[in-house]
């Protein structure tokens, strides 16, 4: 079955950094895109970041360019979130979800999700 692990959460001060993995198996991970959301308490699941099966596009929300980075490696069936110059308002559950077509921002359209992981940004 497939499962998606993320991990890499934790508590940080405003301006600080954290990078988020997420080990994907009971897929061929190399065929499949790989996004990051986030949700905030009583917020919408929003689209953070995605990148392509390939690792060659990559995708971000306006909220996060320029400081978070996503990419992945296939030999390790794993995707990171790099995300630096953290802000209070990144404070969310951070997901990792797998769709097998295409890159989209929509979270509806990924096939598997990761069960999340806690980022907490203080001021």
């Known amino acids: 079955q497939v499962q998606l692990v993320e991990s890499g959460g934790g508590l940080v001060q405003a301006g600080g950094s954290l990078r988020l993995s997420c080990a994907a198996s009971g897929l061929t991970f190399s065929n499949y895109g790989m996004g990051w959301f986030r949700q905030a308490p009583g917020k919408e699941r929003e689209f953070v970041a995605a990148?392509?099966?390939?690792?060659?596009?990559?995708y971000y929300a306006d909220s996060v360019k320029g400081r978070f980075t996503i990419s992945r490696d296939n030999a390790k069936n794993t995707v990171y979130l790099q995300m630096n110059s953290l802000k209070p308002e990144d404070t969310a559950v951070y997901y990792c979800?797998?769709?097998?077509?295409?890159?989209?921002?929509?979270?509806?359209?990924?096939?598997?999700w990761g069960q999340g992981t806690q980022v907490t940004v203080s001021s």
């Open positions: 979800a797998a769709v097998l077509a295409g890159v989209p921002r929509l979270y509806y359209e990924y096939d598997y």
């Open positions: 990148i392509s099966w390939s690792g060659d596009n990559t």
